[in-house]
Structures are given as structure tokens and as C-alpha cells.
């Protein structure tokens, strides 16, 4: 048995000895919610996530992921923690990301579905009861379908929708458009989940590629309750990278392609020139040589940084570092 494994099964035999020994019934339902420099949406988050379970009238726990919040969320988690045992807060040594957090949250849930959202209120927690619906339907992986993205800029919502579209075509598998990270898996789901410990990760490409039953269930996203958007343009051409990288050759293809292409141009440029030269006289001086070699030196350095990427993924991978380290869990 791996370390991971061994890792999880024991915070999990932990888990169920307390609920046990506290009379706590094992949940039904786990939450799971990132949270990154939230303070001041946290609290709102928890009153409306517990609003809508508890009508469910389920066991249910909510599982809040610090990934190392500068501001006071953790202190707001911890007094959540210590006003109601069904939240538990994993504590991250430091900032690992968005991605990474809601693994950590797979590895710590617990129960029969679990369902993923982000803790700043964009994903409305009310569309919950919806997606365990379908669940109880038979659908063992129900993800959430933006019909409409309020709050966002043009920009934003243009290369979204280009993103969502270059994914589809390039990529081997079906990941469904205009979705994010909310959605409900099924236990079974989960387990083949936490099994995958690659480091670059799109998680809902993840989800899509380990198949089950998919549906969707359409909801409208709203703005921001509070704070600014923890996904600048950076972070979002690194995520696209990580998605495009981790389920597409086409990148790599593609260079191959480019450069029988080029270098089959090149000779067909030889024997014209050298025709020419001979003929004419028609050729003289090295500007268009120079040209020539400092346009397909640029076109290779393209291509080694495609490679790189993709080498760099692989050297991540093969020093076997753990995705995450917790500073400490409150259960």
C-alpha cells in the first residue's frame, strides 16, 4: 500500500472513530469549498451552504481547504469549526492552489456524494439540491452548466468560451462546455480520483475522463459576493497549459507537422533559388537568408518551449513530491 493511501484510510478511520464515539452519524453528503484570502465571504458562505443542507435533512460535513490565506480566513474557519462539528478545515503549510486544494478535499471527504464549490459565492450553494436530484436519479457525476456568467468582464467571457471550444477539438475525451469545478461525484468517483496524483491538474477534465454517468444541471453564476477574482491572466494561461498538456498531443503533433511543412518549403526554396542564381542572376546578397534563418530559428525555439512543457510536467511527475502538505486539520 502507498504512503498517500495508507495517509487517507487513516484520517478517514480517525474521522469515523470520533463521529462514532460522538454519536455523529457518518454524513451523506461532503462539501467541498477551497478558500484563499475569503475572510469577509466565509461567513455568509457557511450560513447559506447549512440553510440549504439542512433542509435536505441529510448528514452533511463541510469541508473548508485554507490554501494559505494571508488575510484572517483561517481564524473565521476556526471559529466555524468551534461553533459546529460538522466543519472541518484542512490547513495547507502554504499556498498549493486552487486545483490542488479541492484534491485535498477529495482525500479527506467522506461521504456517499461529494459536492465541489468555490467559497466566494459565485457558485450559488442554493443549485445543491439539484444536482443531488440527479444523483439519487442515477447520475454518478452531475456537473454544473453556466447558462450565464454575471459580474464578468467581455474579456473574460470571450476567451472562456474560446478556451471551452479549443478544449473540445483538441483534446480525446468530452469535457463539457461553460462548466467549472461545481458539480457532485459519487463515492465511486471519488475513489477513482484519489487515486490519480499527477501534479498539473484540471479537475474537471479528470472527472470527464474517468467516465460513469455524466449529466448536466444548467444554473446562472453570480458575481462575486466580496474581494477580487483570485485568477488573473497569468494564473489562467497556466491553467489553460495544465488542461491542454494533460489530455492532448496536439501541441507536440502539431511542431511535428509545422516542421515537415517548413522543411519541405525550405527545399522547394533551394531549388528555386539555386535556379535562379544560375539562370538570372537574380539572387544577390544575404538579407533574405538572414531573414529565412532568423524566421525558422524562431519558429524551433516555439517548438522547444512546447517540448519543455511537456518535459517539465514529466520531471514534476518523477520526483514523486506529495501534492500538498497540511499544516494541521481541524475534524
Same mark, same amino acid.
Given at each position: ?9 487513516? =484520517? ?14 457518518? /454524513? #451523506? ?7 484563499? $484570502?475569503?475572510?469577509?465571504?466565509? /461567513?455568509?458562505?457557511y ?8 433542509? @435536505?435533512?441529510? /448528514? ?8 494559505g ?6 481564524r ?13 478545515v484542512? $490547513?495547507?503549510?502554504? $499556498? ?14 467522506? %461521504? ?11 457558485? *450559488? *450553494?442554493?443549485?445543491? *439540491? ?16 453556466? #447558462? ?10 470571450l ?9 473540445e ?13 461545481f458539480? &457532485?461525484l459519487d463515492?465511486?468517483?471519488? +475513489? ?39 485568477? *488573473? ?7 489553460? @497549459? ?7 498531443h ?8 509545422? %516542421? ?7 527545399l522547394?526554396?533551394?531549388l528555386?533559388?539555386a ?32 517540448? %519543455?512543457?511537456?518535459l517539465?510536467?514529466?520531471? +514534476?511527475?518523477?520526483? =514523486? ?8 486539520? &481541524?475534524?
Amino acid at each position: 500500500m502507498s504512503i498517500h493511501k495508507h495517509r487517507i484510510q487513516l =484520517a478517514r478511520g480517525k474521522r469515523a472513530e470520533k463521529e462514532e464515539q460522538a454519536d455523529i452519524p457518518v /454524513p #451523506t453528503f461532503s462539501i467541498i469549498a477551497p478558500v484563499y $484570502n475569503e475572510e469577509e465571504t466565509i /461567513p455568509h458562505f457557511y450560513e447559506r451552504v447549512v440553510a440549504v443542507m439542512e433542509g @435536505l435533512e441529510k /448528514p452533511f460535513e463541510l469541508l473548508l481547504i485554507n490554501d494559505g490565506s494571508s488575510d484572517n480566513s483561517y481564524r473565521v474557519m476556526c471559529e466555524l469549526h468551534t461553533r459546529d462539528p460538522r466543519v472541518h478545515v484542512i $490547513n495547507f503549510s502554504r $499556498n498549493f492552489g486552487h486545483q490542488i486544494a479541492i484534491s485535498a478535499g477529495l482525500d479527506y471527504a467522506s %461521504g456517499e456524494a461529494v459536492i465541489i464549490l468555490d467559497s466566494d459565492l459565485q457558485d *450559488p *450553494p442554493e443549485v445543491i *439540491p439539484s444536482l443531488i436530484e440527479r444523483w439519487k436519479e442515477g447520475a454518478e457525476v452531475v456537473y454544473a452548466q453556466r #447558462t450565464r456568467r454575471e459580474g464578468e468582464t467581455k474579456f473574460k467571457l470571450l476567451t472562456a468560451r474560446a478556451f471551452y471550444r479549443l478544449i473540445e477539438r483538441i483534446t480525446s475525451i468530452s469535457i463539457p462546455r461553460d462548466t467549472g469545478d461545481f458539480r &457532485l461525484l459519487d463515492r465511486r468517483v471519488v +475513489d477513482a480520483l484519489v487515486t490519480m496524483r499527477e501534479h498539473h491538474r484540471f479537475m474537471r477534465g479528470l472527472s470527464a475522463w474517468v467516465g460513469f454517468r455524466q449529466e448536466a444541471v444548467p444554473y446562472v453564476r453570480h458575481e462575486r459576493f466580496a474581494g477580487t477574482t483570485k485568477y *488573473p491572466l497569468s494564473k489562467m494561461i497556466r491553467f489553460s @497549459l495544465d488542461a491542454i498538456t494533460s489530455f492532448s498531443h496536439v501541441p507536440l503533433q502539431l511542431a511535428t507537422s509545422l %516542421g515537415f511543412m517548413l522543411a519541405a518549403l525550405s527545399l522547394i526554396g533551394i531549388l528555386i533559388a539555386a535556379i535562379l542564381r544560375i539562370f538570372t542572376g537574380a539572387i544577390v546578397g544575404q538579407a533574405s537568408t538572414l531573414t529565412l534563418v532568423l524566421f525558422l530559428g524562431g519558429i524551433q525555439l516555439i517548438f522547444l518551449g512546447i517540448i %519543455g512543457e511537456y518535459l517539465g510536467r514529466i520531471y +514534476d511527475e518523477v520526483r =514523486a513530491r506529495p501534492l500538498y502538505i497540511v499544516h494541521d486539520v &481541524l475534524e
